[in-house]
């Protein structure tokens, strides 16, 4: 595990899950509104606890030829948003083909592109520029897995459009099979994949495609049938978050015979986690296998927390926070079980912290400009943006590009 504080343990933190269908924004507005009252210190002890805590390094030419930056011990995700007109975006809406409606936020009509011009800056080095062949040399004969609900698909979707404009076309492929999607590199016999499982651990929402029910249900000490497509991928990416935000209390079962009752979704997240640590310390190979958490994406559904005695959230915001934030849609409890979770595991996984600076990012939620159930918001609802503004996911290009920059630095220094 890399993770700080412990003072026994190597540490990476470097610098997450969005509720799949946004008909229960609304619903989730209300469970975040319980933690408005539970923001406190902890949330800025976690971030000074854990802000020395990643140190990428490299030294000039590596290995393989490619220049590096000069960078020791580096705290990447210590850093501001700087303006970037030249070298941003790194891709387009319409040079990237495998884009979703959802996050495709300029087709959908949105004015300005601001948002898509702003690059995360560290204080103390720069991110290595992001190296499509490079990566994709790396990947040759390995699978590269994102794990979680539709905002981890959409760093899925991010990484894909980084990757495949260095792929001729015929030589690239995406398919979905049940849970899955699938990015095929057929030169390097390389795979990129998403992986549905909003909870990690097993759930009544688990269909990839029909999975917003109104009672959720989920097993806490049941991974087999998500883990036994988690075996033998050489990079894991994982993250679980919003969807356990869904209400203060959860249904779940737990032991044999499997009982269900109502968990405080605190307990429930910690036996989860518990459940997935316990999978990883049998089942990962840490010769062979990589395996990464991501912290949780931030939400901007209350614009008082950044303007106060406003009452909007994200829609029609073209700039990022400036200066010190942190918004109070990240639960306190959550982050501290995420904490002692990585904490407590026997096997190396790397804590991606990118909760931080994408909480500035205001701007750069999908807002009105997205669909749902596969349908565009029609023009009423885009003029009702307090009810029907998306301000928990994100554009592409965006904000995603970022986490995987940053989950990019990592993967180059570990091969």
Not at 269 to 274: E, G, P
């Amino acid at each position: 595990m890399t993770i700080q504080p412990s003072p026994n343990r190597r540490i990476h933190s470097i610098l997450p899950i969005a509720i799949a269908s946004v008909l229960l924004l609304g619903t989730s507005r209300l469970a975040f509104d319980n933690l408005k009252n539970n923001h406190d210190s902890f949330l800025w002890q976690f971030w000074l606890q854990s802000r020395g805590s990643s140190s990428l390094r490299y030294t000039g030419m590596s290995s393989n030829g490619y220049e590096d930056e000069d960078i020791e011990d580096c705290n990447v995700f210590e850093g501001k948003w700087v303006w970037d007109n030249e070298t941003h975006p790194l891709y387009t809406e319409e040079s990237c083909p495998y884009l979703v409606k959802q996050v495709s936020c300029q087709r959908n009509g949105r004015p300005d592109s601001l948002y898509q011009f702003w690059r995360w800056q560290p204080n103390e080095c720069n991110l290595p520029r992001f190296n499509a062949l490079r990566l994709l040399e790396i990947l040759r004969n390995k699978r590269l897995m994102f794990v979680g609900d539709s905002i981890q698909r959409t760093q899925f979707d991010s990484m894909v459009c980084l990757l495949q404009s260095a792929i001729p076309n015929g030589k690239k492929s995406l398919h979905k099979v049940p849970s899955k999607k699938i990015f095929f590199a057929q030169d390097y016999n390389a795979s990129v994949e998403f992986y549905w499982a909003p909870f990690i651990v097993e759930s009544n929402s688990d269909h990839s495609t029909n999975h917003s029910v109104i009672k959720r249900l989920v097993k806490l000490d049941s991974i087999a049938n998500h883990s036994k497509n988690w075996e033998g991928v050489d990079i894991l990416v994982f993250e679980s978050y919003v969807w356990w935000m869904y209400k203060p209390l959860i249904n779940a079962t737990f032991g044999s015979p499997p009982e269900v009752r109502e968990y405080d979704v605190t307990t429930a997240y910690r036996v989860a986690l518990q459940t997935w640590a316990n999978w990883l310390d049998s089942s990962i190979n840490p010769q062979k296998q990589k395996v990464f958490f991501m912290s949780f994406s931030p939400t901007h559904l209350w614009s008082w927390e950044w303007n106060p005695g406003s009452d909007s959230n994200c829609f029609n915001e073209s700039y990022p926070i400036q200066g010190p934030y942190w918004g109070v849609g990240t639960s306190v409890d959550m982050m501290k079980i995420v904490q002692d979770t990585l904490e407590g595991l026997k096997t190396d996984a790397t804590f991606l912290n990118i909760t931080q600076l994408s909480d500035f990012r205001k701007d750069a939620h999908t807002s009105v400009y997205t669909e749902r159930k596969g349908k565009l918001l029609t023009k009423e609802q885009r003029a009702d943006p307090k009810n029907f503004a998306d301000c928990i996911h994100w554009c592409l290009p965006g904000v995603p590009d970022t986490w995987n920059e940053i989950l990019y630095a990592h993967i180059i220094q570990e091969y």
